[in-house]
């Protein structure tokens, strides 16, 4: 009896719906080709982009004899390995072996699998994942050595030697001691521990925000080293799980006295700073599934993602952090500015003398109060087609052309436009300097309360302003601030506050060493200075930090940090000493 017109098209569903990528591709492509159906229409029946349908039709035209089909034997003979692979890995979790215990025995064994396929496979075969096991339940293999757990209690500054890959920490120690870092932990009640206390903590994250790690988790290749733990004044350095719940028990309370009480004792150090900083918001990007993570602009990857905004001020002149905030909502970045000049006034008495920053840092109310306060303020416009149009429009005769000084750029003769603005929000006239011949395709336009200083003057310093994402790419870059998919999630706030810290001794360091490096940038410092080995010598009542011989170790004995002789607290108050072999 022949087969009616449904039964074959219950069957023909077989060969009309493609149950694997080679037949769904083979399908596609005898549409396409066979039946001259055209890309866009074949591409939606089978799931396809039309981009991506074209790509595999070229790839198909260069190997037109490829098989789409797999051989009867080869077919007979993948199916068995399948069934053996997934009979072994039964045999195996039946044994009490994890999926990774089960990969590797198998890999060993001329199989490999990755572990993700194991796991498929026994949830397939309806195995549950194993409870986790104490160490002396699994299978006896290699493992790393584990250290101790870290305890000030258990430090040992007994007399003996020996060599550290973390020498270059031990020139910062000095710094620390001047600054009281004990004191400034206790007074913004930053939390501690018997074992580890708070002073000792934040050296340890600071050291490695100091050292320039990438991840804080890769503390775990150095937990051995005595040098490292010394610095940090234990007995070994917290392992990444200690780190990691340490940020999170920070009160955010605690980090506005802790960045006030930082910096009131880095400037009694000498560190100064000027009256004009450069302002910039900087997006860190966040990978996860956090709903309340709002999405902001990422200028490196020109577009927006779910991330944490954070607001910086860099001393325009010494290139040093002086203010961070990492926890800022879209709907409170407008007014950050302001925040910024609270605190500077309620840190230095004085409103900053100016501010230079770009379109999207503030509004035009904002600059306005700024005006209202004796602030300057330099900042770009941003180029609407109606004022670019307004632009185009002026006369020839209403340009100028200047010249820019101490600027190093191949265009320093740009043609100048200088006109007085009314702004939505902005009490009385604003000057509009409109900058063309710059190098770019449209011209640059840049807002002030400046009535005064030349057209030159006022682009240079934005010209200068321009380098700001090169000296915020040092904390970026070098201090790692955008490391949030660490295995240690460093809370925001404390890594920025990490970060302000380590600009701070970095900067202070430079000043010490001389002219040629106060404007080098941390990675500079690092490489030539802080990157060393050296022998430490416990003894009595000192301790000697022995450096290996280094091109640049005469600029540190110039320095006088052969000279060092200060009693370091949290080490028994023995005394640091600093000899350069």
């Known amino acids: 009896m022949p087969f009616q017109s449904k039964d074959r098209l219950t069957f023909a569903k077989h060969f009309l719906e493609p149950a694997n990528s080679n037949h769904r591709l083979y399908e596609a492509l005898r549409a396409y080709f066979v039946e001259q159906r055209p890309a866009a229409e074949v591409a939606k029946q089978f799931g396809y982009t039309a981009g991506s349908l074209r790509v595999m039709a070229h790839e198909f035209r260069k190997n037109p004899d490829r098989d789409f ?26 044994q009490n072996l994890s999926i990774y215990d089960i990969s590797r025995t198998l890999s060993r064994e001329g199989q490999p699998v990755s572990p993700t396929t194991v796991s498929t496979i026994l949830a397939e075969e309806g195995f549950a994942p194993l409870p986790r096991r104490a160490d002396d339940e ?62 000792a903590a934040v050296r340890s994250l600071l050291a490695l925000k100091l050292f320039g790690n990438a991840r804080q988790s890769h503390v775990m290749s150095h937990v051995f080293d005595e040098g490292l733990a010394l610095f940090a ?79 910086v001020a860099q001393d325009a002149d010494r290139r040093v952090f002086c203010y961070g905030n990492g926890d800022l909502r879209k709907e409170e970045q407008n007014d950050e500015i302001l925040q910024f000049v609270r605190f500077w006034k309620q840190r230095t008495g004085d409103v900053p003398g100016e501010l230079v920053f770009d379109s999207r840092l503030t509004t035009y109310a904002n600059l306005n109060r700024l005006n209202e306060q004796g602030i300057n303020f330099i900042t770009l416009r941003r180029r609407s087609g109606k004022l670019l149009r ?6 020839v005769s209403a340009w100028r052309r200047i010249e820019l000084k101490g600027v190093s750029r191949s265009y320093r003769t740009p043609r100048v436009l200088d006109q007085r603005v009314q702004l939505s929000g902005y009490d009385g006239e604003a000057r509009q300097l409109v900058a063309a011949d710059l190098g770019h395709e449209s011209p640059t336009v840049l807002l002030t309360n400046q009535l005064r200083r030349s057209p030159s003057t006022l682009i240079g310093r934005y010209a200068q302003r321009m380098l700001i994402e090169n000296g915020i790419e040092d904390g970026i870059d070098f201090f790692h601030m955008d490391a949030l998919s660490s295995a240690v999630a460093l809370k925001v706030n404390c890594d920025l506050q990490l970060t302000l810290m380590g600009s701070s001794l970095y900067r202070l360091l430079a000043s010490q060493i001389g002219d040629g490096y106060k404007t080098a940038k941390s990675r500079h410092l690092f490489r030539d200075f802080v990157d060393a080995t050296a022998t430490v010598i416990i003894g009595q009542r000192e301790i000697v930090v022995r450096f290996q011989k280094r091109a640049h170790n005469p600029l540190l004995l110039a320095a006088g940090f052969d000279k060092t002789n200060v009693r370091v607290p949290w080490l028994g108050r023995k005394r640091l000493q600093l000899v350069f072999g």
């Open 233 to 311: 004044g234990l007995n070994v350095i917290p392992k990444r799980s200690f780190l990691t719940e340490y940020s999170c028990r920070i009160n955010p309370n605690c980090y506005a006295k802790w960045m006030r009480r930082w910096f009131n004792a880095v400037g009694q150090l000498g560190l100064s700073w000027g009256s004009s900083f450069d302002l910039d918001f900087h997006t860190i990007p966040f990978h996860g599934e956090d709903a309340l993570v709002q999405k902001h602009y990422v200028s490196k990857r020109s577009r927006k993602q779910k991330g944490i905004l954070a607001f």
């Open 69 to 94: 089909f797999l051989p009867p034997e080869r077919r007979i003979r993948s199916q068995s390995n399948r069934k053996r692979l997934r009979e072994a890995v039964v045999k195996l979790r039946k």
């Open 390 to 395: 307004e632009i185009a429009a002026s006369p």
């Open 138 to 199: 699994r299978p006896d293999q290699v493992r790393p050595e584990t250290a101790d757990a870290a305890d000030v209690r258990a430090l040992d500054l007994s007399p003996r030697r020996f060599r550290t890959k973390f020498g270059g920490l031990f020139l910062f120690v000095p710094l620390l001691v001047e600054a009281g870092l004990r004191t400034i932990v206790r007074q913004a009640g930053l939390p501690g521990t018997k074992a580890v206390p708070a002073d």
